[in-house]
């Protein structure tokens, strides 16, 4: 068959025109349509993991929700946890931009966790971040439980490595680091669980609350909070 030539449906051949357009996209266009889409479907999973939980979400709902078949939906993601390991991957990406932002800063640990803990509160205002505060991992498969626990531990670390360098440098009171961590962690992570993005205050005000209450328990004697 000629390189001009193309198959219709039931056998006839069809000559394309040169100069002709191709009805094909580039394959770049395709790629970044089949993103989009996979974007779409992790979003709509998301809100629905929120309202109903994980566990009670299905994905006939999920398709549901997005107004197409399951099969499509099946299209792009084969399971309802190959969308939750998409949505851990999002809320992980938002997270260690947090800290890179705090880590890059020519600043004392203090400066650097004060940083951080403001950046970090608007991510778990996100349906990413709140979702990822959320999860029950015995809700899942064996594979993304694991992925999360490990994201969770790379935060954890870093969170920790930002408050041991404000203790080293003398910015940041003599304390337990790793009880710190999880005293700072966790109250940011609850936000997740009553922040409604229709309620009284924003995330930035939140932030700046929660920067001010929990910088100020680990601020030195004498040392006042810039």
């Not at 395709?30 to 999973?45: G, I, N, P, T, Y």
């Not at 650097?112 to 015995?138: H, M, P, Q, W």
């Not at 995330?203 to 929660?210: G, H, M, S």
């Amino acid at each position: 068959m000629s390189n001009l030539e193309s198959k219709k449906p039931g056998g006839r051949r069809a000559r394309l025109i040169p100069g002709e357009p191709s009805p094909w996209k580039p394959l770049k266009e395709r790629k970044s349509d089949r993103e989009a889409k996979s974007l779409s479907v992790v979003e709509a999973a998301t809100r629905l993991f929120l309202e109903r939980g994980v566990h009670r979400a299905t994905m006939s709902e999920i398709a549901q929700h997005l107004n197409i078949t399951k099969p499509a939906l099946y299209n792009y993601f084969h399971s309802k946890d190959s969308i939750l390991s998409a949505c851990i991957q999002l809320a992980d990406r938002q997270t260690s931009q947090a800290l890179a932002n705090a880590e890059a800063l020519d600043a004392r640990g203090f400066d650097k966790v004060r940083a951080f803990i403001t950046e970090y509160v608007s991510v778990s205002t996100t349906a990413y971040g709140a979702c990822l505060n959320r999860i029950d991992d015995r809700d899942l498969e064996d594979a993304v439980r694991e992925q999360l626990r490990s994201v969770n531990r790379i935060i954890d670390h870093r969170v920790r490595a930002l408050i041991a360098a404000g203790v080293a440098d003398g910015s940041i009171v003599e304390c337990d680091v790793r009880l710190t961590t999880f005293a700072i962690m966790g109250a940011i992570q609850w936000i997740s669980r009553w922040y409604r993005h229709d309620g009284p205050l924003s995330p930035e005000e939140i932030a700046a609350e929660y920067s001010k209450r929990l910088m100020a328990s680990l601020t030195p004697p004498k040392e006042t909070v810039r």
